[in-house]
């Protein structure tokens, strides 16, 4: 499975951005899916995960209420919909790929994308 993210961006504090993970290959709906974030000079941190079926979906607590995680398994993409943006959400995002049970655990994903950028200003 190959991953490609996008839609980061520079956005303002309050405002919104969408980022999307496009996956190779035609057993994307046979894995669960996570975004995690990493902002300079700290460890990788997960944000949220969405199982196969998309029906059930796990979030970090720091953004609980603010993002949203979903998939369409017919285009191979999952989305990570992100309001009421904070200057500490600032960092790149990564999509990833689990074999299984979706998890918050980012050494236990197969695969990643190449990361996608979101700052957001004060």
């Known amino acids: 499975v190959q991953l490609q993210a996008s839609g980061g961006g520079l956005v303002q504090a309050g405002g919104s951005l969408r980022l999307s993970c496009a996956a190779s290959g035609r057993t994307f709906s046979s894995y669960a899916m996570g975004w995690f974030r990493q902002a300079p000079g700290k460890e990788r941190e997960f944000v949220a995960a969405?199982?196969?079926?998309?029906?059930?979906?796990y979030y970090a607590d720091s953004v609980k209420g603010r993002f949203t995680i979903s998939r369409d398994n017919a285009k191979n993409t999952v989305y990570l919909q992100m309001n009421s943006l904070k200057p500490e959400d600032t960092a790149v995002y990564y999509c990833a790929a689990i074999m299984g049970v979706a998890s918050g655990v980012a050494g236990e994903y197969d695969y990643w994308g190449q990361g996608t950028l979101v700052t957001v200003s004060s």
């Open positions: 969405i199982s196969w079926s998309g029906g059930s979906t």
